[in-house]
């Protein structure tokens, strides 16, 4: 294993190829006779609660926001799609570099309240007595002949 293995997340967090798990087996799907024996799906697991390689001004964010998908402060990604093992492990990597990603990502900007303009409430109460002129139209009277 060497550097290329380490997962990076973004530019605050790489995680060295030592702190994932992985298991292997046996995956569905395509492989036709191969698919029996060939241990191809990938179960990548990482700690982000132990983790060296999480800043701990990131942490508690990226608990908070994989609260569902943790285990004892632990997330798993799966990938079981291809063939090869080779690819599920490539798959499963990124699939885990971007679910840590966007759980890192910093809150969206709160939005400034905005009230509407003097034109558009008069075109608003105009447009209105329009709609109300044209229903009162409408009740003609009639004369019962």
Do not use: C, W, Y
Request: hydrophobic fraction near 35%; proline fraction near 6%.
């Amino acid at each position: 294993m060497d550097v290329r293995d380490d997962v990076v997340v973004n530019a605050r967090i790489t995680i060295p190829v030592g702190e994932l798990r992985e298991r292997f087996s046996r995956s569905s799907g395509p492989g036709g006779q191969g698919v029996n024996t060939t241990d191809s799906r990938v179960e990548l697991s990482f700690d982000v609660a132990r983790s060296a390689s999480v800043p701990e001004s990131l942490r508690q964010r990226m608990l908070d926001r994989l609260g569902s998908r943790l285990v004892d402060g632990v997330v798993t990604v799966v990938a079981s799609e291809h063939r090869a093992q080779l690819a599920n492990r490539e798959a499963a990597r990124e699939r885990l570099a971007a679910l840590l990603a966007e759980a890192a990502a910093p809150p969206p900007r709160k939005r400034k309240p905005t009230k509407p303009s003097k034109g558009a409430k008069e075109r608003r109460l105009a447009a209105k007595k329009q709609r109300g002129r044209i229903k009162r139209d409408r009740r003609g009277g009639f004369d019962g002949d």
